[in-house]
């Protein structure tokens, strides 16, 4: 992409996160800022059985399960601009089972998608598929070992076919591919899911894990999928956390949601959720297959979430009792952005720099 033209996608970039926010802050639902996309199902299978996720064990994913087709993935990359940093191809599911994911990688790549990552559970990061990855064009990676013992990670990471020497190794001759073909890319990321049981290893594994050269140790906070489980998954949260995902009572949140102004996640088979907490689709904006995404955004599934959010009365099944959404004290007299000039600094927000999508 030329310098001119990547700095008007900046320009454009920019001025939309300011529309938005000033959307956010009035209390707008219909919007004329546009979503980022903030997640891309690639698939929903997956060959563990984890304890922390609504796919592994137990399984309360509802969903049939199946890979993004290129039709559905086409009309995502085509007829978009706006992305996070990075957007993440996946969700719930182990991405290195989709059987056309790297030509997804190099479409998506050829049509300009800045930053694209995927997280990989590592069990089928093979020397071929490693050779892969590294001449992709993918932008980052996240391996995920939420141990740093064997006992730990196979009790979390349940499989009969794989283990915790394997799936090291498989990340140890990664990292030296990547240094003997003098890779840049992708940004590897090593992670581990802070929870009760292993959050007393995360030192050593940060201290190990850098000397084997990633680019970056992440400790990813735990989520309870917005509560939508009870209290399914709150006992193997770190203490100090549990009483924030106890099973209660409708949550009426200090915030509205942030998410519902800002991205929109899209499901293997094309239907659009408005966040990646929403593992069983139960609140589904609308379908790709038959809507643009232009139609979804303000279309009166959106609205009238929007709607519910401001009056704190969003009793649906996915946001009622969640405690993690993102979001700020509104200004409702804030200025309108002027186009073209440079708005005030946006507020912190969770963004997906750093929070992921799925496990």
């Not at 529309?19 to 980022?36: F, I, V, W």
């Not at 994913?61 to 993935?73: A, I, K, Q, S």
Request: charged share 25%; proline share 6%; net charge negative.
């Amino acid at each position: 992409m030329k310098s001119s033209d990547l700095q008007l996608r900046q320009d454009r970039r920019s001025q939309n996160a300011h529309r938005r926010a000033y959307e956010y802050n009035t209390g707008q639902t219909r919007l004329k800022s546009h979503p980022d996309v903030f997640a891309i199902e690639s698939t929903n299978f997956c060959n563990l059985k984890c304890v922390m996720c609504p796919r592994g064990e137990p399984d309360i994913m509802d969903r049939h399960l199946g890979h993004m087709n290129d039709t559905v993935f086409h009309r995502i990359v085509d007829e978009w601009e706006f992305f996070t940093e990075p957007c993440w191809f996946h969700l719930f599911g182990e991405p290195l089972m989709h059987p056309r994911l790297f030509e997804q990688i190099d479409y998506a790549k050829q049509a300009g998608v800045p930053n694209l990552g995927i997280s990989t559970n590592v069990t089928m990061l093979t020397k071929l598929k490693s050779a892969a990855i590294l001449d992709s064009g993918l932008d980052t990676i996240i391996l995920s070992i939420d141990g740093n013992d064997k006992e730990t990670y196979e009790h979390i990471r349940k499989s009969p076919a794989f283990t915790y020497e394997e799936v090291c190794d498989n990340v140890r001759e990664f990292l030296a591919m990547k240094k003997r073909f003098n890779k840049q890319r992708p940004h590897t990321i090593l992670q581990i899911i802070v929870m009760e049981e292993n959050k007393t290893q995360l030192e050593a594994f940060k201290a190990y894990w850098e000397g084997q050269g990633v680019n970056e140790v992440l400790f990813k906070l735990y989520t309870a999928w917005g509560n939508q489980a009870g209290d399914t998954f709150v006992d193997l949260a770190p203490t100090e956390l549990r009483e924030r995902f106890k099973d209660q009572p409708l949550v009426v949140r200090r915030f509205p949601c942030f998410y519902l102004w800002s991205s929109v996640v899209v499901l293997w088979d094309g239907r659009v959720v408005p966040c990646c907490f929403d593992f069983n689709a139960v609140s589904t904006m609308g379908d790709l297959n038959a809507q643009t995404l232009h139609e979804i955004w303000n279309g009166p599934q959106y609205v009238a979430l929007r709607e519910l959010e401001l009056a704190q009365k969003n009793h649906t099944p996915l946001c009622a009792k969640c405690t993690e959404a993102p979001g700020w004290q509104r200004d409702p007299n804030a200025a309108e952005p002027v186009h073209g000039a440079a708005g005030a600094p946006l507020p912190s927000v969770v963004t997906a720099a750093n929070f992921q999508p799925g496990i």
